[in-house]
């Protein structure tokens, strides 16, 4: 295997490159410096807790199981399909778009060799309709992530899927089509699959959604799609080995970490994440809820008010370039804009020339769409650092499934290292009760009465005149 | 027609509650009201201005053309392809997802009974070289869409897949495959078709590319994909009605500036836009593009300096409750949510009952999908309130043509009064020429020599310390 080789290794390296931080509105050399020995501190605070937070021991599991049952279900399958939502669907699709790009679902199967993949992560009703109207349930496979078997649009998913199955393949061929991700030991969907004997996969109790890609829940979709999910935790490791350097202006997730944290403390609410390639364009989504749902939160961890939490913005490039480039540019200097270059695409994708005469085309001609993209994103990096607008560049050498282990792991290793910067809890979700129960309340849920009444009450309230 | 039926209209109006807005860390009513002459003064000045901005007279036009051209070509042709990218490919895109759904490239031809839709809005070179592996040339069309024909990403795609035209069928052919949306008098891509002798359709001069979804731009592709553009544009002049309601506190369009603008001012740089529905996702991502490039601007409309522009975050709702609102709720409060409910989808997806004694997941039985979403919209509007973020939610009754048309009109709207208020020119982007520059001057476009050599010189200044 490549990734067993150093020097191969070490040329997929992603690198940080930071230069363009620095300026009029941006950050200075002495700032970083200066929070340094707070970074290091963080750094060892989370190498500390390593096997206590459990993802980063991931990238040592044996993966076996799910390249068995993928070698096992291939060709009986057309379609697999992900029910499961935030944390149980982000990173499916993430390694999806990445690695197998945007268009593998139009191919026909002899090319793709694997079965499609829909991932199902709403309880929108056309959505779920939809999907049911084009799938042939005969050949599909459902997969329902979900920790606790509560989460509403995973189980109103699963309810629905499961009774067109029982019309499709009849109640005692369900085990076919159905695989669950859930906790080991409890919950609603664990008494679920052990009632019907349907196969299930463990998800890691310590592990939360966000930090679950390189669990059961993304390594199963992956497998399910030919992704090379041993490269994929190769990859992972190399990037918790960056991430483990103690000095945290040599190790990029550290340096990440506080470039951000001092950016939101110097008035910058807002981070932008925008790579130069559609296959990453879900990777920023990924990362996206990663960052909001950790980051964002009301107390640190005395208990004293915080209300911090950079609001994680994704773009991408150069699409981007014709939509949100004018704001970067002349909004207000409240951004940080973290690009993704790609150094090596799997293909150039030659310009040809034509129309020699037409100067305002023809120098396109000779030049391969590899440099045109490339050109944008250096120019726009140079753009946005020459008007005040500090910006970092993340330079994937290719991008494949060890670079994609990798950022994973380096994100996830950034993210802890600035909730320790921030002294905040950076692995619960505290904020999302309060809606949770008001649908309970409003889906009639046993329990819920008092809260059921108060909404009725709000409702009254409400002024007609500010409805337009 | 059941748009010309004034009831059925009335019936399909989309409403602004503003409700959630008020509140500590929201707004007043009293503040609202004392800016609402303002507001109106913003309203009059639109309004005097439709002739002369272009894009408010769209609901007028003749769309006979495009239904002919689709009419004479939908049977010859599987995929239609959009080379366009920002204003010339995010309405496409908006329109054809809402309008016919996630799934409709999926489906079998004789399901959908109208050509697929590929938007190629990157100069990524793996999407291009994807897409062209992809595809039966005999049977697609491309439309190549750029005002001035200089645009890089859009003329690069152009060259490349009209190279391969040339070998899958012939030069002599081109014009069955190739049809351009462009300048009516000038530009590179009026030369271009004028000397192959291609079927080209106008761009109206005076509308800029974020406001154009309605012109040539939108339209095409849209009745190549069998949607209503009838109905699209009587949607719009329904919304520019609403428009143009003198009163600022009952105009949606104004109040819905009004409120933006207010939030901005009150140190509330970030609106998030959060329908709840996928087949809403895009028109999310369209708003971004109008919102940010219109209204993200250095100096005012005197010169001198106002460095304002919210920052656009596209969402999507329930998905996006497991992924953004635990920031939402427990985050800064630096944000305005705009949802986006839906009171009427098009099926409601019952939920089956089973597990009745797992008391956990049996209260979802008996209930649809649609119940459900509408529920969590609620809860999440609610809950956010009740912790002092300020909201609003557009109601659409349904999602079709008419209400899409309706929406994009009055976000337009919406849009040239926040400019007004801002006293900003909304319908320039000067922010982007420096990255096009820097991008001329990388690929050594003739003319960019000196500003290839600074360049050259900036990297070589920067520090190999700050890469790691």
Redesign the interface.
Known sequence: MRYEDAAWREKQRI?????NV?GTHGLT?AELEAEAPRAAAAIAAVQERRADLGWPLLPDQDVTPFEQFAAAHRDRIDTFVVLG???S??GNIAVQTAIN???Y???PREQRGWPRLLVL???????????LR?LDLRRTMFNVISK??????T???F??F??ALVEAVGEDRLGDHIVLTTDPNSG?LR??GQREGWTMFDLPPKVG??FSVLTSVGLLSAAMTGVNIRELLAGAAYGRELAANPDP????AA?GALINYLCFRKGK??VVMMP????LRDVADWF??LW??S????VDRQGKPA???Q?P??A?G??D???????????????LINFIAVEQ???????????AD????S???G???????Q??Q???A??LS??GQPNITH?FPEINAFTLGQFFMLMEMQTAIAGELYDINAFD????E?????????????GFEERRAA?AA?AQA??SR???
Do not use: C
């Open positions: 690198r940080l490159d930071v230069n620095f050399p939502i935030g944390g669907a982000l790009g945007p268009f679902n139009l191919l992560d709403n309880s929108d009703p056309e959505l779920n309709a939809g999907a084009m606790s078997g509560t989460t509403a649009e189980m109103a998913s309810l629905y499961r009774q609603f008494q679920i959604g966000r202006l040599r190790n990029p340096l609410p807002i130069y390639a559609n296959r996206a809820q909001a749902e980051l964002g939160k009301a209300r911090v939490g609001t913005v994704k991408l150069a699409t370039q014709h939509s949100q480039v004018q704001l970067y540019m002349e909004g207000p200097y409240d951004k695409y799997a293909e150039t994708a030659p310009i040809p020339t034509a129309y037409l100067e305002g085309v120098y396109l001609g030049h391969t769409m590899a440099e045109l993209i050109a944008e250096q120019a726009t140079i753009a020459e008007a330079i979700q505290p904020g999302v309060a809606g949770k129960i008001n649908t309970y309340a409003l889906l009639g849920r046993r909404i709000r409400l002024d500010w409805v337009v």
